[in-house]
């Protein structure tokens, strides 16, 4: 009874209620989950710790193993569920094949017990990369994902971005206006002048950093992700949940309103995203190749209901330097970490995916 009092706002049926309506996105969501007996219930998993460790890999701007993401939920869960989390040394503006060797780097030197990985916008592409490198390796790499238990992708880029595709376009297109701009000064510059400006383009686009720029832009674009998709094979019998957000006015940050316009204008396929990423290409599955791997992932891809935040919602001390005075007000970023990690950990524990650590006599 006291679970379901009328006359008390803080009965815990209260609590699911208001919470049901703060997460979900769509009507029809919420009011399937307010009709879901076992919700209602809220049975918390019973203490105890689990034999599993989680590889993370987080988004195109990174500082990889030295990242701070989410560090307070992952000492949350090494405290309470005894499971620890490797950082992937991924790096910023970096190739997807760049960063998935560094995933398996941590694969390889750190899990000793069964696995998962969290991925976090482009580190999705990441991980699902490094998945497919080691389970097309050596021998060798094909026992690293012979313990791979589950997945989690947190508003995955993995099947490429607007963002990325147009910019790929407008980068093209700038580089052409470029070379018409400079090419009216031939006739009043000397060969030598044209040949040390050639010179200083040339270092300059062959840069490292240039070529890792270039690189990660295309490796966002649908055309980078299909490219991806098309010659990928991944571990079968693995579930995958993921967290897809569509931003709205009260959940949307000062500083990623222009991305979301910009994003807007630019596709034609869907009116709701997370300032980065289309909700339709969030998925957990690739959407633009069809084939036995695509159909695999999507029968694996257990379709979470899509919640109302925005993309940087793991964030908070990483950009707290861009937080405005409405921000705070509406605590953009001060939404629950946990929810991004928890949950994933304690359903697949519920269903025997993960192992529970025994307790010693």
């Known amino acids: 009874e006291s679970l379901w009092r009328a006359d008390d706002a803080a009965c815990e049926a209260c609590l699911v209620d208001c919470l049901v309506e703060v997460l979900f996105f ?8 307010r009709n879901d007996a076992l919700l209602q219930l809220a049975i918390d998993e019973p203490p105890g710790h689990y034999n599993f460790t989680v590889v ?3 988004g195109v701007i990174t500082e990889g ?3 701070t993401e989410m560090s307070a939920t992952y000492a949350r869960l090494r405290d309470f569920r005894g499971v620890s989390v490797v950082r992937a040394d991924t790096a910023t503006l970096q190739s997807v094949d760049y960063n998935a060797k560094e995933i398996e780097r941590a694969v390889r030197e750190h899990v000793r017990t069964p696995w998962g990985w969290v991925g976090y916008s482009q580190g999705c592409a990441n991980a699902f990369r490094a998945e497919s ?16 238990r589950c ?6 880029a993995a099947n490429g971005s607007a963002h990325a595709t147009c910019g790929s376009s407008k980068l093209l ?11 009216r000064f031939q006739a009043s510059m000397s060969s030598a002048t044209q040949r040390l400006a050639l010179d200083v383009l040339q270092n300059l686009l062959s840069s490292r950093i240039a070529f890792a720029f270039f690189g990660s832009v295309q490796s966002l674009t649908h055309e980078g992700a ?8 991944h571990a079968h019998m693995v579930p995958t949940t993921s967290m897809i957000g569509v931003v709205e006015p009260h959940t949307m940050p000062e500083c990623l309103q222009m991305c979301s316009k910009v994003l807007l204008e630019q596709m034609e396929y869907s009116a709701h995203q997370d300032t980065q990423v289309a909700e339709p290409e969030a998925v957990a599955h690739p959407i633009g190749a069809k084939n036995a791997n695509a159909e695999m992932l999507a029968m694996s891809d257990m379709k979470s209901a899509v919640q ?3 993309h940087w919602s793991p964030l908070k001390e990483e950009v707290a330097f861009l937080e405005t005075d409405r921000d705070m007000e509406l605590a953009v970023f001060d939404a629950p970490k946990d929810r991004h990690i928890f949950p994933w950990i304690e359903v697949n524990a519920r269903f025997g995916v993960i192992d529970r650590v025994q307790a010693s006599r």
């Open 65 to 67: 193993a030295k990242g």
């Open 26 to 33: 769509y009507e029809a969501d919420r009011e399937r989950y």
């Open 151 to 156: 997945r989690q992708l947190l508003f995955s």
């Open 226 to 233: 299909r490219r991806m998709w098309r010659d990928s094979q």
């Open 173 to 183: 297109r700038a580089l052409i206006d470029g070379e018409r701009f400079f090419k």
């Open 56 to 58: 993370s890999a987080m």
């Open 133 to 148: 490198l080691m389970l097309q390796g050596t021998l060798q790499q094909r026992r690293l994902v012979e313990t791979l």
């Open 308 to 310: 109302r935040t925005h």
